[in-house]
């Protein structure tokens, strides 16, 4: 009886850590969508990967990956066209931090 506890407490730890390398992965993913849907900005993966751990995941009230989005657009806007952006917004611990985003190919993402 009490290995089956032991083993249900090591499954729940096994799956916490699991999910939150998953979470990571799914707001690179957003974050890639997000700059692809809303300013045409096709960021490379690993350039979308970087800016999470940079910034950090998003959390209720606070998603520095949407102001980093916005950042990227208003950059677009002003007319750099250039391969390589780089934007400084604040991570989610509100400290400012420069993240450089990168042009993918048609074919990437």
């Not at 997000?34 to 910034?55: D, H, M, Q, R």
């Not at 950059?75 to 250039?82: A, H, L």
Request: aromatic letters at 8%; proline letters at 5%.
């Amino acid at each position: 009886m009490k290995l089956s506890i032991l083993s249900a407490f090591a499954f729940v730890f096994a799956t916490t850590g699991h999910a939150q390398a998953d979470d990571r992965t799914a707001a690179a993913i957003y974050f890639h969508n997000l700059a692809k849907s809303a300013c045409g900005f096709n960021i490379t993966p690993e350039s979308a990967e970087k800016a999470v751990a940079t910034l950090g995941t998003p959390r209720p009230g606070h998603d520095p990956l949407l102001v980093a989005v916005l950042e990227l657009c208003l950059e677009i806007k002003k007319g750099n066209k250039s391969k390589t952006i780089e934007v400084q917004v604040p991570d989610s611990r509100k400290v400012q931090r420069k993240v450089v985003l990168e042009k993918g190919k048609w074919w990437q993402g």
